[in-house]
């Protein structure tokens, strides 16, 4: 009986979340701090994560083919982030910071890819609390730095992101990967021709966290649109974070009781109905009750679509469909960086609320084509 490995790749995915925290989430504040303006953070934000995905489609074919152990690049990409981070404590350059954060989100498929890995090869491992225990570790990780930051400065950031980021590879050296299953030579089939249900899924994903990231980038306006302020901020977010972590905790029992494809088609309805009640928010109490709704949204969709992918495709295409998911959020994230802000600054809040709406219905209309056309799971104990 192999031992269970919950909570060793619980701690992965935490330290990969804390590392994300002061290098990703406070970036911009950072950046802005060392003369950078919006501009230049913007684009060096979109380049670095359109770059990452098409990075992440290639490495992802190479870990799927063998030509690449995924624990060697999982290492190399910690380390460069370690090394980034070292340079930006001494120079914060926009090319440092620019590489940190490509090996940074091209890491972030590959950490999910390595639970579904373990759980093909048989491994003791359940993601969902795996993944709470990092969204617990986000939640809770953030009050702290904010609190120390407050007191330290802002250029603490890069400093922070070397502590976590060299527990991460501690907890990465210490990890017993599995065997990871190598492709053969007489299957070149393209992804999208094998499982055509991705060509619906992928653009709905990318729909979805177009309009969650548009939302979550401008939410402190909603925030004093209601008579909010930077306190009532903290505290949206803060229930946001919290409410996924119930879920997270609980996907295995959820997972056992109701199949991928219903899951999803749920959860991207929540999606649709959130953008509409987050519309018609009069006051700072709605705007919290509907922030509890990320436990169905993000909380549930997340943990969902990795298993719905793992149980969907061939264990050959484990690192690909992970870096499919992937490079969707992060497309729906760029476009989301580089129009929502044209939207808030021409029409205000409202009407970027109500492009939202529309955007989230269509990503839920995508979505539910893409499962109803699709068949059977591929059975997988």
């Known amino acids: 009986m192999k031992k269970n490995k919950t909570l060793h790749y619980g701690l992965i995915q935490s330290s990969y979340w804390l590392s994300y925290l002061p290098l990703f989430a406070y970036a911009t504040t950072f950046l802005l701090d060392a003369g ?54 001494w120079q914060p350059l926009a090319p440092f910071y620019f590489l940190l954060l490509l090996a940074l989100m091209s890491l972030q ?33 953030s009050v702290f730095l ?13 400093y922070a ?23 053969k030579e007489s299957v070149k089939i393209k992804i999208g021709t094998r499982y055509p249900f991705l060509l619906l899924f992928i653009p709905s994903v ?25 306190r009532a901020l903290g505290i949206a977010i803060g229930i946001s974070a ?7 905790f609980s996907f295995t029992r959820i997972s056992a009781r109701f199949d991928g494809k219903k899951l999803l088609v ?22 919290y009750i509907n922030q509890s709704l990320n436990a169905v949204t993000f909380g549930l969709f997340l943990p969902a679509a990795i298993f719905y992918l793992s149980h969907s495709m061939e264990k050959k295409d484990t690192a690909r469909g992970q870096a499919l998911l ?39 209309l995508l979505m539910l084509s893409a499962m109803k056309g699709e068949k059977n799971e591929i059975g997988r104990s």
């Open 36 to 89: 950078y303006n919006n501009l230049t953070i913007g684009l060096l934000f979109a380049s670095a994560n359109l770059t990452s995905i098409l990075l992440q489609s290639f490495l992802a074919s190479a870990v799927d083919s063998g030509a690449i152990p995924m624990k060697g690049l999982m290492l190399g990409q910690a380390l460069m982030i370690l090394f980034m981070a070292v340079l930006i404590s």
């Open 109 to 141: 498929p590959f950490v999910n890819a390595l639970s579904v890995s373990c759980i093909h090869e048989g491994v003791d491992l359940d993601f969902g609390i795996s993944r709470g225990m990092a969204s617990l570790a986000y939640s809770v990780g």
């Open 146 to 158: 904010g609190s120390l930051l407050a007191k330290r400065g802002i250029f603490i950031t890069p």
């Open 161 to 183: 992101g070397m502590a976590f980021i060299v527990f991460h590879l501690l907890c990465l050296i210490s990890f017993p990967f599995p065997p990871f299953y190598k492709e």
């Open 206 to 230: 990318v729909l979805l966290f177009f309009g969650y990231g548009m939302f979550h980038n401008y939410l402190v306006h909603l925030i004093r649109f209601v008579g909010g302020d930077e």
């Open 242 to 248: 919290f409410a996924e972590v119930p879920t997270m």
């Open 266 to 287: 749920f959860s991207a309805f929540f999606f649709a109905l959130k953008a509409t009640l987050d519309l018609f928010a009069k006051n700072i109490l709605m705007v």
């Open 326 to 364: 992937t490079s969707a959020i992060i497309a729906g994230n760029v476009l989301a960086s580089l129009l929502g802000g044209a939207l808030m600054d021409s029409f205000g809040i409202q009407t970027l609320l109500r492009v939202i709406v529309i955007i989230e219905i269509l990503g839920f």
